[in-house]
C-alpha cells in the first residue's frame, strides 16, 4: 500500500507535467532489477533452458546517480545540468546466464530475436548489451544489432537513426556494457533485439532498456506532409523526417517529431542537431496548398482519457511569414462518433517577440480517445516542432455519454501493471540509507572543494599583489624617464577556465598571461602577447563567459603627459577605426548572437564608405549600405565590462591585414558602447562550405568562372581559402598574438572567396554544439584543442597550429561533419590524454578523400604533434600550402 501511495504520487507529479525530456528520462527499465517479469520476455528460439529469453537481462547492476547542487536528484547516464556522479557498480550474479538464439541471422537478414513487452507504452532513448562470458568458459556477444519495435504488437517497425542507419554497434567483448542513445527515440510497448552477424559467430546477448513511462498516451497522429520553403534560394524542408507510420496521401498511424521530445531553435533555419538540413526541426505548412485556411490534425490515444489541455511549440517568426496559428478548434471522439460542441482557443497575438513558444490550449477537461484539432493559419506559413497532452493517468470508465465529463476521477492503477508489494519496508530503509551515505560523501566534498577554493583565492591574491606592485614599480620608473614605450598593469579578475586535471608543475592560468601590444604602428619592439578572442560580447548565449576572455593590459600613451589607461579620448584621432559613427545610420537586420555582456548584430551602414581605410578595397563597393557586424554592451554591464569592451576596440584598431576582420569605427558617444567590425556578405565558412559539393574533376581547358558552379567547389579553391587563413594567422603570429579559438566558424567569407578571420563563432546558437562546458562555468572547443590547452590551461601559438591543422581539415571535408564526430565529448578530452601519455594510442582525424597524402601527412598530422615546439610555424605552413597550389 505504501509502494502504490509513492506511484501515485509519482504519477500525479508527471500529470502536471507531461512532456518528456529526453536528458531525463533515462531511467532502466526492469530487465536488470526484475521489474520486468520473466512471462514478458520471449525469443524466437534458444538453444536449450539455460539461454532461454528469460535470462536476457543485464547481470549487474549498474546504479547512477547524480546529485545537483541545482537541487534536483535524477539518474540520467549524462546530464547538462551541474551535479557530481556517483557510479557504483554490484555483481549479483555469475556470467552463465544470456538468450542465445539456436539458429544464426543471415549477414543482411532479420530472424532471430529478443522481445521485451513493458505492458504500457513507454519513451525510450538508450539502450544497452552485453554478452556472456560464463566465467571465462565462453565468450559469445553481438557485434551489431537492429531494434524492431511496436505500440499494439501487430504492427513493427525498423529503428533507424537520423541519417537512416538500422544497425547499431554493439559489444567488443562479453564484459563490458555498452550503452547506445537511441536519437531519434522511440515510443512503444514491445521491443525486439535482433542480432546481426555471420554463421561463424556465436551469439548470446543480455539487454536493458532505458526511459520512462509515455504519460502522454499517444499511439498515433495523422498530419498532412510538410512542405518546403524557399528562403533566399535556400531549400528549407519542414517534412517529419522521422515519422514511423504510413505515408501514402498525409502521414498516418504513425508517430514523429511531433512526440521526439525536441523543441524547435527560435530561428527555423538551424536545429540542435549537428548536420541537418534547415528546418529540420519544424513541421510546417503553407497557406497557399489549404483554402479552406487550416491544417487538420487527428491523435489517437491508448484509451479513453479526460483532457485539460494541450501545449503545442510552435515557431513565430513573423519577419519570414511565419506566425503562431490563429485559432485552434478541437473535435472530441470516445467511440465512433464525434461528440457536439468543440473546443476553439484563441492564443493572444505577440507582434513583438519571435522566439519560438509553447502555446498551452485549454481542452476543457474533456473525455475522449480521439482528438482531431483545426489549426488555422494566421500568416503565409505555421510550423510546429512538439505536440503534448495532460490529461488523467488513466480513464477506464467509456460509458459516460457524449458531451458529459467525469466527476471527481482520480488517476487508478493499470491493471496491467505487476507490483510485488513483498519488502517494501526493507526496500525503502535501504533506499534510505544509501541516500544518507550520498549525502555524506557530499557533503564531505563541498566542504573540501570551498577549503581548497579559499586556500587557492588567498595563493592568487598573494600572486596578484606581487604583480601589481611590479608593475606599478615599472610605471613609476617609465614615466619618470619620460619613455617612448610604457608597460602594462595586470588585472586582477578571477580565470574563468576550470581545471579539469590535477595542477601540473608547467601550469599557467590562462587569464593570468600577460597580453602585449606595440604600443605604436611603426614600432616593432617590446611586443606584448594578447588575443583576438577578448570579448565579453562574444560570451555563449547561454550566459557563460567566453572561454578565451582575457584580461587584457591597460594600453598605455607614451607622450611626455603621465600614463593613462584606455578611456574615450583616444577615439577623437584621425585614425578611421576609431572614429566616431552616427547610430542612426545602422540598421539592424539580424541578431547573430547573445553573450553574457552584450550582442551581436548584423546590421547595414549607411555611408560607411568614408569611414573605410585607403588600404582597404574600395573598387567593388558602391554607396548602397555596407553589411556590418555591431558588437554592443549591455546597458548594466559593470564598470569593469566597460573598460574591458574599451581595450578590445583600442586592440582591434591596431590590426591591419587583408585576412583579418577590421574593425570600421565605433559608436562611444554614449553610454551604449557599439563597435563595429566588417561582416562578409556571404557568412562564415563553416556554413558556406556545408552547402557546396566538392568538383572533383574540373574541366582545365574551360574558365575559371566555367570551372565553379553554385553548387560545387575545386580542391584548388578550398587550398586557396586555407593559405588565406594560414596568411592571416602569420600576422597574428608575428605580433605574439594567440587567436585560442581558430576554426571555420570564425572565418568569414567575402566576394571571390575572399577570407578573413574573426572571433563571432562562440556568440551564435547555430554553433552552441562545438563548446563542451567545464563544470557548469567555462565552455571550450575541445575538438580543435590541444591536448595542452585542455590538460595544462596554456594557451600558445603551438595551440592555433593544431588548431588550424582542424581547420584544415574542416575545410577539406566540407565542413559536413564535426571533427572527431564519432567520440562524445568526454572521449574526446580522453584522447587528448592519450597524446599526453604519447603511448600510440591516440586517436587522430582521418584524411579526407580529397587531400592528398603529402598535406596530410606532412602538413596536419606535423600540427598534431606532441611536442608543440616540432610543430611548423603559420610562416612555414602558409609556403608548403602556396607550393601545394602550384604543384
Not at 226 to 249: H, K, P, T
Not at 609 to 614: K, M
Not at 654 to 680: F, K
Request: one cysteine or more.
Amino acid at each position: 500500500m505504501e509502494f502504490k501511495v509513492i506511484r501515485l504520487f509519482v504519477l500525479f507529479v508527471a500529470t502536471a507535467k507531461a512532456q518528456v525530456n529526453p536528458e531525463v528520462c533515462r531511467y532502466p527499465l526492469g530487465m536488470t532489477g526484475g521489474q520486468i517479469q520473466d512471462e514478458d520476455i520471449s525469443a524466437s528460439s534458444y538453444w536449450s533452458e539455460s539461454t532461454a529469453a528469460k535470462f536476457g537481462r543485464q547481470l549487474l547492476f549498474h546504479f547512477y546517480f547524480s546529485v545537483s547542487l541545482c537541487g534536483q536528484i535524477s539518474l540520467p547516464e549524462r546530464s547538462s545540468h551541474c551535479f557530481y556522479l556517483f557510479f557504483f557498480r554490484l555483481d549479483i550474479g555469475g556470467g552463465d546466464g544470456a538468450w542465445c538464439p539456436d539458429i544464426m541471422s543471415e549477414p543482411h537478414g532479420l530472424k532471430e530475436y529478443l522481445q521485451v513487452d513493458l505492458r504500457s507504452l513507454h519513451f525510450i532513448t538508450l539502450v544497452g548489451t552485453q554478452g556472456r562470458h560464463a566465467d571465462g568458459m565462453g565468450n559469445e556477444f553481438a557485434q551489431r544489432y537492429r531494434i524492431k519495435y511496436s505500440r499494439d504488437g501487430s504492427n513493427w517497425v525498423s529503428w533507424q537513426d537520423r541519417k537512416g542507419q538500422q544497425v547499431i554497434e554493439g559489444n567488443r567483448n562479453a564484459y563490458d556494457v555498452v550503452l547506445k542513445d537511441l536519437e531519434p527515440p522511440i515510443i512503444a510497448r514491445y521491443v525486439r533485439f535482433m542480432p546481426v552477424t555471420d554463421h561463424s559467430m556465436i551469439v548470446c546477448m543480455r539487454v536493458e532498456l532505458y526511459g520512462c513511462e509515455w504519460l502522454d498516451g499517444l499511439v498515433s497522429y495523422n498530419i498532412p506532409d510538410g512542405q518546403q520553403m524557399i528562403y533566399r534560394d535556400l531549400e528549407v524542408s519542414f517534412n517529419d523526417s522521422v515519422y514511423d507510420g504510413a505515408s501514402a496521401e498525409g502521414l498516418t498511424k504513425g508517430l514523429g517529431q511531433l512526440t521526439d521530445g525536441t523543441w524547435g531553435l527560435d530561428d527555423f533555419l538551424h536545429s540542435h542537431i549537428y548536420g541537418v538540413w534547415p528546418g529540420y526541426d519544424y513541421v510546417g505548412w503553407s497557406n497557399r496548398t489549404f483554402p479552406k485556411g487550416y491544417v487538420e490534425m487527428i491523435f489517437d490515444f491508448d484509451h479513453v482519457r479526460n483532457f485539460t489541455s494541450m501545449k503545442v511549440h510552435s515557431s513565430n517568426m513573423f519577419s519570414r511569414g511565419v506566425r503562431v496559428f490563429r485559432q485552434v478548434t478541437c473535435f472530441f471522439r470516445s467511440d465512433s462518433e464525434w461528440e457536439p460542441g468543440p473546443v476553439t482557443f484563441r492564443p493572444t497575438p505577440d507582434r513583438v517577440s519571435q522566439r519560438a513558444r509553447f502555446v498551452t490550449v485549454t481542452l476543457g477537461d474533456r473525455t475522449a480517445k480521439t482528438i482531431k484539432c483545426r489549426f488555422h493559419f494566421n500568416d503565409v506559413w505555421m510550423l510546429f516542432s512538439e505536440v503534448a497532452f495532460q490529461s488523467g493517468s488513466a480513464v477506464y470508465n467509456t460509458s459516460i455519454g457524449p458531451g458529459k465529463h467525469p466527476k471527481n476521477t482520480l488517476p487508478v492503477d493499470d491493471p496491467t501493471h505487476k507490483v510485488d508489494d513483498s519488502n517494501t519496508r526493507i526496500l525503502i530503509g535501504c533506499l534510505v540509507a544509501i541516500i544518507a551515505i550520498l549525502s555524506a560523501i557530499i557533503v564531505i566534498m563541498l566542504w573540501r572543494q570551498v577549503w581548497q577554493k579559499m586556500l587557492e583565492k588567498a595563493s592568487r591574491r598573494l600572486l596578484d599583489d606581487d604583480l601589481t606592485a611590479r608593475l606599478a614599480i615599472q610605471n613609476r620608473a617609465f614615466s619618470f624617464r619620460h619613455s617612448s614605450l610604457s608597460s602594462d598593469s595586470g588585472s586582477t579578475s578571477n580565470s574563468t577556465y576550470e581545471r579539469i586535471y590535477p595542477l601540473c608543475a608547467d601550469y599557467q592560468e590562462p587569464s593570468r598571461l600577460i597580453r602585449k601590444l606595440p604600443e605604436f604602428a611603426n614600432s616593432t619592439e617590446n611586443l606584448k602577447s594578447s588575443s583576438l578572442c577578448t570579448a565579453a560580447t562574444a560570451s555563449g548565449s547561454d550566459g557563460a563567459p567566453h572561454y578565451a576572455e582575457a584580461d587584457i593590459i591597460s594600453l598605455q600613451e607614451s607622450s611626455d603627459s603621465s600614463i593613462t589607461a584606455v578611456n574615450m579620448s583616444p577615439f577623437t584621432g584621425t585614425d578611421p577605426a576609431m572614429r566616431e559613427f552616427p547610430r542612426e545610420k545602422l540598421s539592424f537586420k539580424e541578431k547573430l548572437g547573445e553573450g553574457q555582456f552584450g550582442e551581436v548584430h548584423l546590421c547595414e551602414a549607411e555611408g560607411m564608405q568614408d569611414f573605410l581605410d585607403e588600404d582597404l578595397s574600395t573598387e567593388e563597393i558602391s554607396k548602397s549600405p555596407l553589411l556590418v557586424a555591431v558588437k554592443t554592451l549591455r546597458e548594466d554591464a559593470n564598470k569593469n565590462a566597460r573598460n574591458d569592451f574599451l581595450k578590445e576596440i583600442r586592440i582591434m584598431s591596431r590590426l591591419r591585414d587583408p585576412n583579418i576582420v577590421r574593425l570600421l569605427a565605433v559608436c562611444v558617444d554614449t553610454d551604449l558602447l557599439w563597435m563595429i567590425t566588417e561582416y562578409m556578405e556571404n557568412g562564415d565558412l563553416n556554413q558556406f562550405l556545408c552547402n557546396l559539393r566538392l568538383n572533383e574533376a574540373p574541366d582545365e581547358d574551360k574558365p575559371e568562372q566555367e570551372e565553379e558552379k553554385g553548387d560545387s567547389i575545386s580542391y584548388i579553391k578550398l587550398i586557396s581559402m586555407a593559405v588565406q587563413i594560414a596568411s592571416g594567422m602569420k600576422y597574428l603570429a608575428s605580433l605574439n598574438f594567440v587567436h585560442r579559438d581558430l576554426a571555420t566558424r570564425n572565418c568569414l567569407v567575402g566576394k571571390n572567396y575572399t577570407i578573413r578571420i574573426a572571433d563571432f563563432g562562440m556568440s551564435r546558437n547555430l554553433y552552441k554544439g562545438d563548446y563542451y562546458r567545464i563544470q557548469g562555468r567555462a565552455v571550450l572547443p575541445i575538438r580543435w584543442m590541444s591536448w595542452e590547452s585542455i590538460l595544462l590551461g596554456k594557451f600558445t601559438m603551438a595551440s592555433d597550429v593544431w588548431a588550424f591543422g582542424v581547420t584544415l581539415w574542416e575545410i577539406l571535408t566540407l565542413c559536413k561533419e564535426q571533427p572527431y564526430s564519432q567520440l562524445s565529448d568526454e572521449q574526446v578530452i580522453e584522447n587528448t590524454g592519450e597524446f599526453f601519455r604519447d603511448k600510440g594510442k591516440q586517436v587522430y582525424l582521418p584524411k579526407p578523400p580529397c587531400c592528398p597524402d603529402t598535406v596530410y601527412n606532412d602538413l596536419m598530422l606535423t600540427c598534431w604533434r606532441r611536442n608543440a615546439k616540432q610543430r611548423p610555424s603559420f610562416q612555414e605552413m602558409h609556403a608548403q600550402l602556396q607550393e601545394s597550389m602550384s604543384a
